[in-house]
Antibody, heavy 118, light 108 residues
Framework: VQQVQSGAGVKKPGDSVKVSCKAS????????IQWVRQAPGQGLEWMGI????????KYARKFQGRVSVTMDTSTSTVYMELSSLRSEDTAVYYC????????????WGQGTLVTVSS | EIVLTQSPGTLCLSPGERATLSCRAS???????LVWYQQKSGQAPRLLIY???SRATGTPDRFSGSGSGTDFTLIISRVEPEDLAVYYC?????????FGQGTKLEIK
């Protein structure tokens, strides 16, 4: 089982960033994909979920209107796009796998550092 | 929205000592939705305990979870140097998922 994320990047305030998470080693549609971020030296913050079987999504209230999670089932890849970036969005962004209706995340990607700086 | 508060913020123990980490919820939580993760420096979090008390695959049996309602506990029966990490609890309710702020375990 692997969740391989795209590489680190630097963005300017106001930009958007799109982070990818490619799943392998399991049946893609048998697991939900979650997005969690961690600002430098801070704790974990849940951002949103996509249910691959339906394509439905749900986002944390804090990010609604600014985040979009999509997927490409043909490549078993999930994407998280965050818009209107500000310096406070500087963080490591993780995707994580959740067995259906289990409420825990059993495999995590390696993380993608997004730095927002002018 | 249910808020999780973890205590203590930092725990400093010697190898072989017992560690008790607390996770308190602002409202009652379905214990089947209470999870513990371990995060070592520079690494992604790792699933330790799910359903409040079930050890994940690969979790050593010195780790145990318990609790119900609003009070949950992670116990490390005999701390080892490799347990140096931050431990997070997590719960799920209607708005989504929430993490506690973490307890940092330091080894003397």
């Amino acid at each position: 089982v692997q969740q391989v994320q795209s590489g680190a990047g630097v963005k300017k305030p106001g930009d958007s960033v799109k982070v990818s998470c490619k799943a392998s080693g399991y049946t893609f549609t048998d697991y939900n994909i979650q997005w969690v971020r961690q600002a430098p030296g801070q704790g974990l913050e849940w951002m949103g979920i996509i249910w691959p079987r339906s394509g439905n999504t749900k986002y944390a209230r804090k990010f609604q209107g600014r985040v979009s999670v999509t997927m490409d089932t043909s490549t078993s890849t999930v994407y998280m796009e965050l818009s209107s970036l500000r310096s406070e969005d500087t963080a490591v962004y993780y995707c994580a796998r959740e067995p259906l209706t289990s409420y825990y995340f059993d495999y995590w990607g390696q993380g993608t550092l997004v730095t927002v700086s002018s | 929205e249910i808020v999780l508060t973890q205590s203590p913020g930092t725990l400093c123990l010697s190898p072989g000592e017992r560690a008790t980490l607390s996770c308190r919820a602002s409202q009652s939580v379905d214990s089947s939705h209470l999870v513990w993760y371990q995060q070592k420096s520079g690494q992604a979090p790792r699933l330790l305990i799910y359903g409040a008390s079930s050890r994940a695959t690969g979790t050593p049996d010195r780790f145990s979870g318990s609790g119900s309602g609003t009070d949950f506990t992670l116990i490390i029966s005999r701390v080892e140097p490799e347990d140096l990490a931050v431990y997070y609890c997590q719960q799920h309710d209607l708005p989504g998922y929430m993490f506690g702020q973490g307890t940092k375990l330091e080894i003397k």
